[in-house]
């Protein structure tokens, strides 16, 4: 995987063992993804099976990653890109990496966050017609649009 971001090289790895979870929380919170502590952060990329990081000049701008079990199911979560960075592939490249990781799965699925839709189905993602969930603050999960409220 080779990219370019504003006329710097990009850096690819997909080991998390030298993340400052800081810098990624602060990524987080700049594309946006949310708030997310970096404990937190250091715990669900420990638990991820696939993972993508991208960094130009030694600073982390991109990153996502997968929860898989091998066979069946590969679920993609936390894509973000920082803002100085999209627009110009990244978000693709990342995306193309943790489906190339996911290869021989069943099933590869993702939720996108409202209004990126588009994004994923360029991808070749195609909306679910089942697809159900339970999230802590599902108040919050409607507002945003996420969730649909129940029958």
Not at 113 to 128: A, H, I, V
């Amino acid at each position: 995987m080779h990219t370019t971001s504003i006329g710097s090289e990009v850096v690819w790895s997909d080991d998390h063992s030298g993340v400052d979870w800081d810098e990624l929380s602060e990524l987080y919170r700049v594309a946006p993804l949310g708030t997310r502590r970096p404990e937190d952060l250091a715990v669900v990329f420990a638990n991820s099976r696939y993972a993508c990081f991208a960094r130009v000049d030694g600073r982390l701008v991109g990153v996502g990653r997968a929860l898989a079990d091998g066979i069946d199911c590969s679920y993609i979560a936390d894509v973000a890109v920082h803002p100085d960075h999209q627009g110009h592939g990244m978000g693709t490249a990342i995306m193309r990496a943790l489906v190339r990781q996911s290869r021989g799965h069943q099933k590869v699925v993702l939720y996108a966050s409202p209004g990126t839709e588009p994004f994923y189905e360029r991808l070749g993602f195609l909306p679910m017609r089942t697809a159900m969930a339970r999230f802590g603050d599902p108040e919050a999960a409607i507002a945003s649009g996420i969730l649909a409220a129940g029958r």
